[in-house]
């Protein structure tokens, strides 16, 4: 079964700063979708980037950006420019290629990220 | 308009008592999920529908039984709810196996 690790509970930046949050993976399967995703303190999960593992580049979404190291299975998310709507818990989640049953979002236990004014 | 919708936001009910959530996409989406997030955050899925058809069934107890009348709305019935089923349940859904999509989710409270 594939497992998702984050190892940093929490983490804090100051405004503006740039900051990384970690993520490992287990798998034995070569083609997989990897995800990162912000939860405010709204609660609602938001979609923050996806890779696909078979993409050698590494995805970006404006001021997030990733860095997919396949062979390590690690998968960071950086956010440049940090503001203070950024603040919320970040979650890396996998999801197999397979349909049916192997669809669904494996978690990690999250990050929460401090904004410091 | 929501994309993903869930009914109610807040649930706060007694030990023993049966409670339905209610979940509605209006993406066009094939498939659907219930996940549950507990008191520490952590995230695990509960179920999947396609079409439908249930294709995602974890170790959930036997309390909890989801119903996907069509393919827009998945519901999630729970009877004889216990202390340790408070939690956070986010529905959520895909085009196929895409890109989830989730709901605001629910916080149910059992006392």
Redesign the interface.
Known sequence: AQTVTQSQPEMSVQEAETVTLSCTYDTSESDY?L?W?K?PP??????VI?QEAYKQQNATENRFSVNFQKAAKSFSLKISDSQLGDAA?Y?CAY?S?????A?????G??TRLTINP | DTAVSQTPKYLVTQMGNDKSIKCEQNLGHDTMYWYKQDSKKFLKIMFSYNNKELIINETVPNRFSPKSPDKAHLNLHINSLELGDSAVYFCASSPGGETQYFGPGTRLLVL
């Open positions: 979708y995800f995703y939860q709204s609660r609602q999960m938001i979609l996806r818990m979650f999801r290629h397979r349909l049916g049953g669809q669904k979002l494996v978690f236990q999250g």
